[in-house]
């Protein structure tokens, strides 16, 4: 049903201010390394003339990864795009970090400890360390934690934090945050020690902790950084992580914590709105013609306030940072890096920020279908352009918008980033069938973003204009419409509407 929205000129109801970091993202340990990461799809697949393989047994996606060798930090284009989207935390993890050793004065001589499954050398981790410094950001790690390590029944060690974080120190880029370990409800499958237990977690993360802020009280402690553990409406079938709890056999963020004697600043989770074509033998999988429906949508938001009670009950009045988020784990989906995910992208952050501050972290910044950058080329995907418009537009104050959610009518308000008084309205017209008719109270500038030609497709117009580089990477022009009265959008499109 075609929906009317009248926009409002004052007198909206202040719910928060939100971090000015919302928008952040990850690069995968694997990237900086080298290493094992999800395999690209086809050029069809994305474009959804080609269906992707039906993999049976979860089991096997394994054969759906590939070798990358490390990514070029150091990259002209990576770092102007980067610092282009604005300050971020810039979060160094994955599953892949959990295994990895810390090889910082080159003793090893390149051979990989027992136990381990990758090496850091000095010049990779140097080449984070500068990203960082370049970009303006702050750092978030997670530790190494696996057989080479220490065995399940041995408190853990802290050798190898204490030399990650004295050569940081050392190096003039501190670490900033610290989460313990990667997504350590998966237990087995994050590569934790042989017969690891939550209750061995529970020891290992007060150990870590109380270290932490003893030696390091600037460094904010993070966590439980778990994955899966609340219950997602799979369009009328309720599930616990959208089937990846049951499959993966996880456990759950009390059990991890214990006592909890080591107390966090900041509540973390992962969270993804399913599970990618590779991955769908587990359950969780969202067909793409349900990828702007009411119940796909709505996942972020709902998980978000099923976890406010557990930040209540370990961070009372702290942050809540999603350390991991993309439209779909396994990578995913095969539309992930087209104009039809920018819908769940803005949508997540304009729900978000009306149940808590904190901080997004989009996985990843340029690995995968999901990453905001293509890999390799490091050139820009849909979603970075809804990012760079999101900060550059949406202010820090959050407003509740007095419009019930509803298809073709989801509506977010901020007030303005140039500080100027006045709000800004993020609307999204997420019907497949129906236009929306926006009201204006008196002029406003609009940035009305669309898929070129059809929602599946890997560039974005703003106001008609398609959003690519040009010359010596530049920008495209990132301006507004001057419009008034009565506004339609088209079903499917998306508007920022600066009052």
């Keep these: 049903m075609a929906q009317f929205i009248t926009l409002a000129a004052g007198g909206l109801t202040p719910l928060r201010t939100i971090d000015e970091r919302l928008i952040s993202y990850n690069i995968e340990m694997t990237e ?30 394994g054969n759906l990864q590939q070798w990358y060798d490390a990514i070029d930090l150091y990259n002209p284009r990576l770092r102007k795009l980067a610092k282009d989207l604005g300050t971020a935390w810039v979060r160094i993890s994955g599953t892949w970090a959990n295994k990895t050793y810390y090889d910082l004065d080159g003793h090893t001589g390149g051979k990989i400890p027992e136990g381990f499954q990758n090496l850091l050398t000095r010049e990779q981790w140097i080449g984070v360390l500068e990203f960082v410094k370049a970009v303006g950001g702050k750092l978030l790690v997670s530790m190494t934690n696996c057989p080479g390590v220490h065995a399940a029944d041995e408190p853990y060690p802290l050798d190898q934090a204490k030399q990650l974080f004295a050569f940081s120190a050392a190096y003039g880029v501190p670490i900033d945050a610290a989460e313990f370990t990667n997504e350590p409800n998966m237990m087995a499958m994050s590569g934790l020690p042989h017969g690891y237990s939550a209750e061995d977690h529970a020891r290992d993360h007060d150990i870590f902790g109380l270290w932490l802020k003893e030696n390091y009280p600037d460094c904010l402690f993070v966590g439980p950084c778990t994955v899966g553990d609340i219950h997602i409406n799979m369009g009328g079938r309720d599930q616990v992580g959208g089937g990846i709890a049951s499959a993966l056999k996880m456990v759950s963020t009390e059990e991890l914590l214990g006592e909890n004697k080591a107390k966090m600043d900041v509540f973390s989770y992962h969270y993804y709105n399913g599970v990618s074509e590779r991955g769908a033998a587990m359950g969780g999988h969202w067909p793409v013609e349900k990828a702007t429906s009411e119940e796909y949508l709505r996942v972020a938001a709902d998980c978000a306030r099923q976890y406010v009670a557990r930040r209540d009950r370990y961070v009372p009045g702290g942050q809540m940072w999603v350390t991991e988020s993309g439209d779909a784990g396994c990578g995913g989906n095969t539309w992930a890096p087209t104009y039809i995910d920018v819908l769940r992208t803005l949508n997540e952050l304009g729900e978000f920020a009306t149940v808590t501050d904190g901080v997004i972290f989009h996985n990843t910044l340029a690995s995968s279908a999901y990453g905001f950058l293509e890999h390799g080329t490091f050139l820009p995907r849909p979603n970075y352009f809804a990012a760079l418009l999101w900060n550059r537009l949406m202010g820090g104050t959050v407003y509740a918008s007095g419009e019930e959610i509803r298809e073709g009518a989801h509506v977010y308000v901020h007030s303005r980033r140039d500080g100027k008084d006045g709000y800004v309205f993020l609307v999204i017209n997420n019907s497949d069938t129906d236009a929306t008719t926006v009201a204006l109270p008196h002029e406003a500038q609009a940035y009305i973003l669309a898929g070129e030609g059809k929602m599946r497709s890997r560039i974005m117009t703003l106001n008609g204009k398609p959003l690519i580089l040009g010359e010596n990477d530049e920008l495209p022009a990132l301006d507004g419409e001057a419009v008034s009265g009565e506004v339609v959008l088209a079903p499917g499109s998306c508007a920022f509407f600066v009052l």
């Design 32 to 61: 900086v390394t080298g290493g094992t990461f999800w395999k690209a799809y086809t050029d069809a697949q994305v474009d959804g003339t080609e269906e992707f393989p039906v993999i049976s047994d979860w089991r096997d996606m």
